[in-house]
């Protein structure tokens, strides 16, 4: 590297490594993109350097490449990427690199951390062995670690923050949302409780007016969170929590389903166990809030009740309702849309080792930490596809041992190498220490081991696993206090009387006794965390989950390439012409009975908490919902969330009789004027929602509702202006009923339903309903109905079936799904698809009528009914070749901004995206 190249500081890199660790395809663009070290002048830009490429400069939807400067003129270059393309640019599109490789990241990660140490003989040691674990991949450190470390003086090394609740007045929001955006900006994701803010149309004296409530500034929170760049490579990762007893729980339960609405943000509601005692005895429940007129309120209100309660405050009581309301409230809009998640904070402060000294108020945007008001925590993972012996096909236990101590003081030691922006995140983390190490390639493992994630077999082996790292980790934060000094607050009887520490002195008294003679370092040391992006540049599986799926299908230059998880494709081809053994198995596979209880299993050994979600198919009841939320709280997790297949499409509709019956269920659990009230831009949610039934030939769908009806009505008619007159001569004016048919065809953006209704015998409107709401491919889908439908509806309809089919048809994107006759390459074309089969429906429906009403051709008639059936097949759900053991199932459900693909996905309670990795939590 030249000289004008070189940074202050900058580590002098052995020139001994021979790059054994050589990154490809999307694995090296994220290395360069996320983590490597960056050359904050791109001017320095040279012929041969390796470098990301801006091949798409759209503000929401870029796109890089990675290539080499084969040419340089003044300010402009030309790059062959790795797929043998030449672009030709400015260098100001470039992003340039210091570090090229892996081993140059962890020369500089080793040097960072260890240099905290106090003497240079410590530091020596230290590096060397940080170094060591580095090495291959054994311990991969969080995103923030590995991008800051040695590198920044800005950049946090931490990932998890959550700050106080707001204060309850303008200033206190003000103040809050000015700390979230510093935090933000520098990387950190951020929890924030919004319960210490009145409720809605509560009274504020001092201007004589109203709250607009909680839930409205949460959506500031969330817009303000949209806007923020980390790193030029991912936007801010927000998570907001409400409590049981607020009043305006209902609302922030419910606000995603309004669009537009708080889209930047994960939701939870925090739940105590006398509420889940009060849903399982069916008791009252009172939505309760300070007395905001009391002196002491704005000095003292926190947010935290029991607190206002102790000291002999008044509370006021703003309504009481059923327990189960509000239960299945939250239960009906998980299985909808995955949101709001539940975190049972009474149970996780009961088991939190800060339980006396400071309690838990919220978690990160992903949910894994738990953490008081001004409380940060640094993140990595053991990578435990490196700990197979294959000799003794067995675990490397003493290799993993090893690591896992060297890990805990690398954590540790991050605590005092970050900078800290607020004076209360450092106070606050130099007294706790807390630190959260986790693991990646759980499933890799696994599958090594011949273990069946999920199964009896599994959860023993995970037990062992996981109880054996915590011990371990426990046991080197003892040794460091013996060393160093326990965490400020530590108090040795309260702390060994926490939940977690009764639960782990109870298998392994040797920590107790190690506690008790030396202290602990760290409040806490233990964090599963989804790695949803430095897990997939490793190439291995992500945090605890199993893989999504072990084949799958890649756009590239050369077309749609099949591609496969690498040890399952390694056994194919040891195996030619056998199918996956059992063991191989993929989160759809799973009940979400079997994902609830390995949670579960791995949560006895976890002080924080962990990022799943448990994977349900796509007629998992609300019913099911209920049963598996309340399973997860019986067995000891702190949380729960769920993914359903299809979240969103309320009626699941389908020819099948047990299809037919779930829809038929589903549709009368909504109430219609709960959501009528959500306004106008959800009309095409409730029309295509609520107002469709099952689309057989000999009972087509009506709509079910006036409500329905008069609101499509309005979103539909033309606005009133001058030329009114001619306006109703040509427009189509709709009636309170229409009949027609739904149609679920498979998109690269997901599963998409597809309402077509008939107006005077030809296509009038059109529903869809892609995807979930408040994404973008909910939106433009939405808009793309709505198009269609006025389209359809104006002027003389002649030929304007089939000209919308001919402008439609084809429309491709980023990605598509299915083959031959199946191949869908857009929502677009999915219409155009869809309009096809309606209208074949018709003729044959014609043919058929005409045949019956010839008595001797009855038989006939139904023939060609038959053979209509065959004609409208849906586009299979799964792409299925081979044995049962091979299916695979690849679901998109929004765009990626990162890479713009259709391949933003809901993995491990977070948005990821398959094709470039991006994470929004992460």
């Not at 303008?170 to 210490?196: D, F, P, Q, Y």
């Not at 009145?198 to 959506?219: D, L």
């Not at 949910?367 to 993972?381: H, R």
Request: overall charge negative; glycine content about 8%; charged content about 25%.
């Amino acid at each position: 590297m030249t000289s004008n190249n070189t940074q202050p500081n900058q580590p002098e890199y052995s020139q001994d490594h021979k790059h054994k660790h050589k990154l490809e395809g999307l694995s090296e663009k994220i290395f360069l993109d996320r983590y490597a070290w960056k050359d904050a002048d791109s001017s320095h830009a040279k012929v041969g350097d390796i470098v990301l490429v801006l091949t798409k400069d759209d503000p929401k939807f870029p796109m890089k490449e990675v290539g080499e400067i084969v040419e340089r003129q003044g300010q402009q270059v030309k790059v062959r990427t790795r797929s043998d393309a030449v672009i030709e640019t400015d260098v100001e599109k470039l992003t340039l690199t210091i570090e090229k490789t892996p081993e140059e990241m962890w020369d500089r990660l080793a040097k960072a951390v260890a240099s905290v140490e106090t003497t240079p003989e410590q530091r020596a040691i230290w590096e060397s062995r940080f170094r060591s674990v580095l090495e291959d991949w054994k311990l991969v450190p969080g995103g923030r670690i590995a991008a800051g470390a040695g590198a920044s003086e800005e950049l946090t090394l931490f990932n998890c923050y959550v700050i106080p609740s707001p204060q309850d007045s303008r200033g206190g929001i003000m103040k809050t949302l000015t700390e979230m955006t510093e935090i933000m900006a520098r990387g950190g994701g951020v929890g924030i409780n919004l319960s210490s803010l009145r409720p809605r149309r509560a009274v504020v004296k001092g201007v004589n007016g109203s709250s607009s409530g909680s839930v409205s500034w949460g959506g500031l929170f969330s817009y303000t969170t949209g806007l923020i760049e980390q790193g030029g490579s991912r936007r801010g990762a927000l998570m907001l929590m409400m409590n049981d007893w607020h009043p305006d729980v209902l609302d922030f339960i419910t606000v995603k389903q309004t669009m537009g609405q708080v889209t930047n943000a994960n939701l939870s509601v925090c739940v105590s166990n006398a509420f889940m005692e009060a849903v399982k005895q069916d008791g009252d429940w009172e939505l309760v809030f300070p007395d905001t007129g009391e002196s002491e309120y704005d000095k003292v209100w926190d947010g935290d009740l029991s607190k206002w309660k102790e000291a002999g405050h008044k509370v006021i009581s703003y309504r009481t309702i059923k327990a189960r309301e509000i239960w299945q409230t939250i239960i009906e809009s998980a299985w909808k849309s995955a949101e709001p998640g539940v975190v049972f904070m009474e149970y996780y402060n009961q088991m939190s080792n800060s339980w006396y000294f400071n309690p838990i108020i919220c978690t990160n945007p992903c949910g894994e930490q738990g953490l008081p008001g001004w409380g940060v925590c640094n993140l990595s993972a053991i990578n435990l596809s490196k700990f197979y012996d294959e000799v003794n096909h067995d675990v490397a236990w003493e290799e993993l041992a090893e690591t896992t101590r060297i890990s805990a003081r690398f954590l540790d030691n991050v605590i005092d190498a970050t900078p800290y922006h607020f004076a209360e995140n450092r106070i606050n983390q130099q007294l706790e220490r807390r630190v959260g190490l986790g693991t990646m390639g759980l499933a890799e493992l696994m599958i090594k081991l011949r273990i069946r994630y999920g199964s009896p077999e599994s959860l023993e082996f995970l037990n062992q696993l996981y109880g054996f790292m915590a011990k371990e980790a426990y046991l080197a934060s003892a040794d460091m206090a013996a060393e160093k000094g326990a965490f400020p607050a530590f108090e040795v009887e309260p702390y060994l009387q926490s939940g977690f520490m009764k639960q782990m002195t109870e298998v392994y008294p040797e920590v107790e006794e190690a506690i008790r003679e030396k202290g602990i370092r760290n409040v806490t040391l233990i964090t599963q965390a989804p790695t949803g992006s430095t897990g997939t540049m490793v190439g291995t599986s992500t945090g605890i989950e199993p893989y999504f799926a072990f084949k799958y299908f890649r756009q590239s230059r050369l077309g749609y390439d099949e591609q496969f998880v690498p040890i399952a494709q390694n056994w194919l081809e040891q195996h030619p012409g056998e199918p996956l053994p059992d063991y191989y198995v993929t989160a759809m596979d799973l009940s979400a009975e079997n994902h609830i209880r390995v949670q579960a299993a791995i949560q006895k050994w976890v002080d924080s908490s962990i990022s799943k979600t448990a994977n349900c198919p796509a007629d998992f009841t609300v019913q099911d919902t209920a049963e598996l939320y309340e399973l997860a709280f019986e067995l000891g997790c702190k949380g729960v969330t769920i993914y359903r297949d299809g979240s969103r499409d309320v009626q699941v509709l389908s020819t099948s009789k047990k299809e037919e019956h779930a829809a038929s269920d589903q549709h009368a659990e909504v109430d219609p004027k709960k959501q009528a009230v959500q306004g106008d831009e959800s009309a095409g949610q409730i029309g295509s929602e609520n107002g469709r039934l099952n689309t057989s030939l000999d009972e087509p769908s009506v709509a079910s509702s006036p409500e329905a009806g008069e609101r499509i009505n309005r979103l539909l008619a033309p606005q009133e202006n001058p030329v009114q007159s001619v306006v109703d001569k040509q427009y189509k004016r709709r009636p309170q009923v229409l009949r027609g048919a739904t149609y679920k065809i498979n998109t690269p953006f997901g599963m998409a339903y597809i309402t077509i209704n008939d107006l005077e015998g030809t296509p009038g409107e059109i529903f869809l309903n892609v995807g979930k709401a408040g994404s973008d491919v909910f939106a433009m889908a939405e808009a793309l109905g709505r198009v269609c439908s006025l389209f359809l509806r104006y002027g003389d309809h002649g030929h304007k079936v089939e000209l919308l089919i001919k402008h439609l048809k084809g429309i491709g994107g980023s990605g598509a799904i299915g083959f031959g006759a199946n191949r869908v390459e857009s929502i677009a074309d999915a219409v155009a698809k869809a309009l096809e089969s309606h209208v074949q429906m018709h003729e044959v429906q014609d043919k058929a009528d005409i045949m019956e009403a010839q008595h001797d051709k009855k038989g006939e008639a139904k023939e060609v009914l038959s053979e209509w059936s065959n004609i409208q097949e849906p586009i299979p759900q799964r792409h299925e070749t081979g044995s049962e053991e091979q299916k695979t199932f690849v679901q998109s459900i929004d765009l990626c901004p990162s890479c713009g693909s259709a391949s933003l996905i809901n993995i491990e309670g977070c948005k990821t995206c398959s094709n470039c990795g991006y994470s929004k939590c992460n």
